[in-house]
């Protein structure tokens, strides 16, 4: 059976994207303002709606304190959930404020970690996390992916089917091993038996 997917357009950095008709679409306060220029009305609006011009009285709102301990982001991916969805991709969730795109870094891993699939949008590349999994690519992919450990230290790391291989390797989140691999219009694999992988692609 398909997982359910759901899409967040927060403020940052806009990609285009195309929902599927039955994908939940989520916009997360100023990303709601380029969602107007589209034909993709969301099913929902969340945040505190200090970036919104016109609130629109159409579309069902949650409206977020200024002050709290968790992102817009956050809080819209645990409303996708309530949805029954379970792929998320995040688009202008980059750019502006770096403080924003690292939290939406660690909000792939924490996901992950819950065995949710996170995906982090930008123009030239898409970022995901795995934890205690492996991820799989077809011989379509081109170009340079990067591989980076999260967690203290990931065991286990498998890296098959790309230009540099590994095999049960152990790696660390303070140096950057995994920089710059590249697809060689091969199946590969990436995996990580203990530990939580940043991937870039």
Same mark, same amino acid.
Not at 11 to 26: H, Q, T, Y
Not at 32 to 51: A, W
């Given at each position: 059976?398909?997982?359910? $997917? ?9 990609? *285009? ?11 997360? &306060? ?19 709606? &200090? ?12 409206? #977020? ?28 969730? $980059? ?9 939406? +870094? ?26 205690? &999994?492996? +991820? #799989?690519? &077809? ?5 340079? !992916?990067? $591989? ?13 089917? #790309? ?6 390797? $152990? ?7 995994? !920089? ?13 038996? *203990?530990?939580?992988? +940043?991937?870039?692609?």
């Amino acid at each position: 059976m398909c997982k359910k $997917i759901c899409h967040i357009v927060g403020a940052g950095e806009f990609v *285009n994207f195309s929902p599927a008709k039955n994908d939940i679409v989520i916009a997360v &306060d100023g990303g709601y303002e380029y969602l107007k220029n589209t034909n993709i009305k969301p099913n929902l609006l969340i945040g505190d709606f &200090d970036s919104i011009k016109i609130i629109p009285y159409e579309i069902k709102k949650i409206k #977020l304190p200024t002050e709290k301990d968790f992102t817009d982001t956050y809080a819209a991916i645990c409303e996708g959930i309530k949805f029954g969805c379970e792929i998320f991709h995040i688009y202008g969730g $980059i750019g502006g404020r770096i403080s924003h795109t690292l939290a939406n +870094i660690q909000l792939l891993a924490n996901f992950s970690a819950q065995k949710l699939k996170c995906y982090l949008h930008a123009k030239d590349w898409i970022m995901t996390a795995i934890t205690n &999994d492996k +991820i #799989l690519f &077809d011989e379509k992919y081109k170009g340079y !992916i990067s $591989i980076f450990s999260h967690t203290d230290k990931s065991f286990g790391v498998n890296i098959i089917g #790309l230009k540099y291989e590994l095999q049960n390797a $152990i790696i660390s989140n303070k140096f950057p091993l995994g !920089i710059s691999n590249e697809f060689i219009q091969k199946k590969s694999i990436v995996s990580v038996e *203990n530990g939580t992988l +940043i991937i870039v692609c």
